[in-house]
């Protein structure tokens, strides 16, 4: 008998201006101890499912029909109350968030000893006792110490360890988990996915993992439900849904999914046009380089000055992309920015076109912004929520004085034609726009002033995977039609793969391998790559879904 | 002011579970639904309270642009026959104690109320958001020191405050105005510079340096125009405090002389005659009383508007 069993589950928001269905129709079962995905793109109702399951819906959420069972009984219609018994005991959930999923106030074993408390599992001393085996399973080094720690002094896969002690504390047979892993570094993220496998061997416990990475569930699961727009379109066993995927959706969403296609690397850039030899060969290749870059943060209260960004050096072929990939903190972005001269280096030199730029300032460095611009990995914050998009993208124009009214407006006009975006755009307003829309105004206001280098911070990682892919596959034209070198600053391996010629792998502020993407990626040097590399979720897809 | 703080915090953006709405194909024109959008705003709510504030204050201004539409008496000259009547058919509100009628009086002080509450504010709101903005978008000693001088401000009780600039400038209704808003300036300033601060250090502030915006040019275009919505929720509510410093400093006698019809003037008259015709203290009052509390709900509405589109 399935230990989970829902049944044509339909949710509805309320809002003002009436209910808004997001949830249709929805009918799974989940086996003891099976390990099932769901995965969907932002809005596909994935998240509402699960909060459903255990009565977590939002204030104005409701279920509408369908029936949720949970071993003999139908728990859709439950009160609050009684949901709170099977809540922890007999369905576990890890939040998304490992920030703000702990009480910064109250230490680690309280906030885990008060499921075992609510649920009268024993006196103060068992609790605690009970706490440090969780914290000590989940694989926390130290777990005594742990346990008087506040949530601040934890790194985030610890706290994300933490929670997952939260969910298996009472032994539940069922464990859901929300994006568990999504915020977290790809070493991590491993980590704590093996972790999950494991707890699930020794307990016997099922576990329902509700994620947009699509490679994550290839890799990690038995049973795949695909979502999209509230409803499931596709389910069955992950190895055939990867290997032959039944519905349209699914199949644009594995193409799309970067680490899943076949292992390929860019061609060679071919010469952007021919040119003399001698004037070619007097010219340096290269259009930006750094050499022996330091970058020091102010230590607080005379602390010794923090060192984000040392001794990076790495150089960018004309046309090309480079990428320089690492985790959080590894400071690639520090690196970024100071590229685009947004940060002042506190050593080494940058040059763009064999200037150098590192200590320009005044109306020099505003000058240097018509050759070098910087893309941001966040369009619903990179955008002023005031202006037109028209004015956004005349902005640089405008700023350099070039042009006239109308040259500047038939300008904005030709740009937001380059990035694929419909005319009537340019009388909206951000607002009125998606993510991935946004992105591409971002990208056109960068071109504004025709610069040759674009800076791309994570600049298409808030992006679901098949906007990522459109997003991309206009980066790689623009490329090509104007001859824009990149610097394509990222923390996701099978993208960096995708799109980039180079690369520069950083961990601890400094460079630990270069090379072109092939070497990197084939045949890694550097321990710290290797391990990365091992990490990328899906690398091993294949073969395993089957087996596990 | 705290209270003004908490209304207009921003709301979550309107976003879907990890952080992103689907694109639809570039092809079609149609945009995503719109959560936080304006139109469906303007839709939804037609509240009956701020549609009877915005009615106050459209009467109170009528008032005050043209008094003689809605009295035929005079509100300097009485007749002494007439004096202390009460409330009734030909005077609605009575009238004082030299027979002049007291809603005629009411009606023509509110152009001095109005106007100095108008002044006041544009006052404070003008060079607080000036000293803001600069503190804000320059920092450092600038900062520190418009910093010490908004304290310096603030540590000084309001009202003893218009009252020592009243005298260095003389008495009278401009003066009074100008007094109140000096009061207010530390207010405003404050509030702009964590606006500042906060717009400042958004992505497309930076992203307008970077795209080769001089300072001035960014702070206007950017900075400006989107830390402006909570100081204007503000400028209301200080529109209503405005109205009631001043009637103080006219009851105190510092404002309009006499027989100006001040509404604290009025109220200060009736205190003599409190015991036998309370209606020449109470119905000015009143009318201070509902005119503050029009100003501070539509206050409470721009402020929520303001957190609103901020976000969207």
């Not at chain 1, 993208?393 to 038939?410: D, I």
């Not at chain 2, 915090?9 to 092809?27: H, I, Q």
């Not at chain 2, 209503?240 to 509404?263: H, K, V």
Request: a positive charge.
């Amino acid at each position: 008998m399935s230990l989970l069993n829902v049944n044509n589950l339909s949710v509805s928001y309320r809002t003002r201006v009436g209910t808004n269905r997001v949830v249709h129709d929805v009918s799974f079962s989940i086996e003891p101890g099976e390990f099932v995905a769901v995965v969907g793109e932002s809005g596909s109702g994935k998240s509402t499912t699960a909060h459903a399951l255990i009565g977590l819906l939002a204030e104005n959420g409701r279920v509408d029909a369908g029936s949720i069972r949970l071993g003999n009984a139908d728990i859709a219609g439950w009160s609050e109350k009684r949901l709170r018994t099977i809540r922890g005991a007999r369905v576990g959930l890890v939040p998304q968030d490992p920030t703000s999923s702990l009480d910064p106030v109250k230490t680690i074993g309280s906030q885990l000893g008060e499921v075992l408390r609510i649920h009268k599992r024993g006196d103060r001393a068992a609790v605690r006792a009970r706490t440090i085996e969780l914290l000590a399973r989940v694989g926390l080094s130290n777990p005594e110490l742990r346990a008087s720690q506040y949530p601040h002094e934890l790194s985030g896969g610890m706290r994300q360890r933490v929670l997952i002690a939260g969910a298996i504390a009472l032994e539940p047979e069922l464990i859901i988990a929300d994006e568990a892993t999504s915020a977290l570094d790809v070493t991590v993220q491993r980590r704590i996915l093996d972790l999950i496998d494991s707890l699930r061997d020794e307990f016997g416990m099922a576990v329902l993992l509700v994620t947009h990475d699509l490679a994550v569930a290839a890799e990690r699961s038995q049973r795949l439900l695909v979502m999209q727009s509230g409803r499931i379109v596709e389910q069955g066993l992950t190895a055939e849904v990867v290997a032959n995927p039944q519905s349209a959706y699914a199949t644009t969403l594995l193409g799309n999914a970067p680490s899943l296609g076949p292992v390929t690397f860019r061609p060679a850039p071919s010469p952007l046009f021919v040119r003399d030899a001698a004037v070619a060969a007097s010219e340096s290749p290269y259009v930006l380089s750094a050499t022996s870059l330091v970058k020091d943060f102010p230590g607080g209260r005379g602390a010794a000055p923090f060192r984000a960004v040392d001794d990076v050096s790495f150089a960018v072929r004309r046309g090309t992309t480079h990428a320089i990939v690492g985790e959080s903190g590894s400071g690639k972005t520090t690196t970024a920015r100071m590229v685009v001269r947004l940060e002042r280096p506190t050593s080494g030199s940058i040059a763009i076109d064999g200037e150098d730029i590192a200590s320009l300032k005044g109306e020099e460095l505003r000058q240097l912004r018509r050759r070098v611009q910087l893309v941001y990995q966040n369009p619903f914050a990179s955008l002023d929520p005031r202006q037109s998009i028209a004015d956004i993208v005349e902005e640089p124009l405008r700023n350099f004085g070039l042009g006239s009214r109308q040259e500047r407006a038939a300008r904005a006009a030709e740009l937001i034609d380059r990035v694929a975006l419909p005319s009537s755009t340019l009388s909206r307003t951000p607002s009125e726009l998606s993510g991935g829309q946004r992105q591409r105004v971002a990208i056109a206001r960068a071109l504004a002033v025709g610069p040759k280098t674009l800076v791309l911070d994570e600049a298409v990682s808030a992006l679901d995977v098949t906007v990522q892919a459109q997003i991309l596959a206009l980066l790689d034209t623009l490329q090509r039609d104007l001859g824009l070198t990149y610097l394509f600053i990222s923390h996701d391996l099978s993208v960096v793969r995708q799109v980039s010629d180079t690369v520069s792998v950083m961990s601890a502020g400094r460079i630990v391998e270069t090379g072109t993407v092939e070497q990197v990626f084939l045949t890694p040097q550097h321990e710290y790559t290797r391990e990365l590399l091992a990490a990328v979720p899906g690398t091993a897809v294949p073969l395993t879904g089957a087996q596990r | 002011m705290s209270a003004i703080t908490t209304a207009i915090t921003p709301s979550a953006p309107p976003v879907t579970d990890s952080g992103v709405l689907l694109e639809p194909s570039p092809s079609s024109a149609t945009p995503p639904t719109d959560p936080g959008g304006r139109t469906r705003r303007r839709l939804a709510r037609v509240q009956p309270g701020l549609v009877l504030a915005w009615l106050v204050v459209a009467v109170v201004v009528a008032w005050a642009i043209a008094p003689g539409l809605f009295t035929g008496f005079n509100p300097v000259s009485g007749t002494p026959r007439e004096r202390l009547l009460p409330p009734g058919g030909e005077h609605w509100l009575g009238t004082d104690e030299l027979g002049r009628d007291l809603y005629a009086r009411i009606v023509y002080g509110a152009v001095h109320s109005l106007l100095g509450a108008f002044l006041a504010v544009t006052v404070g709101f003008f060079v607080g958001n000036l000293l803001g903005l600069v503190a804000g978008s320059v920092g450092g000693f600038v900062d520190a020191v418009v910093g010490r001088i908004v304290d310096v401000l603030l540590s000084i009780p309001g009202l003893l405050l218009s009252l020592s600039i009243i005298i260095l400038l003389g008495f009278g209704t401009v003066n009074a105005a100008i007094a109140v808003g000096v009061t207010s300036v530390a207010a405003f300033a404050r509030l702009s510079r964590s606006e500042v601060l906060r717009v400042r250090r958004s992505d497309y502030v930076e992203a307008a340096f970077g795209s080769g915006g001089r300072f001035w040019s960014v702070l206007v275009r950017h900075v400006l125009p989107n830390s402006l919505g909570p100081v204007l929720a503000f400028t209301a509510l200080q529109f209503g405090s405005a109205i009631i410093a001043i009637s103080t400093l006219g009851f105190l006698g510092y404002g309009a002389p006499p027989p100006t019809p001040e509404w604290g003037l009025l109220i200060a008259e009736g205190r003599n005659y409190i015991a036998t015709s309370w209606w020449i203290t109470t119905f000015p009052g009143i009318v201070v009383i509902i005119i503050v509390l029009a100003a501070n709900r539509i206050s409470q509405s721009a402020g929520r508007r303001s957190g609103g589109r901020k976000t969207s």
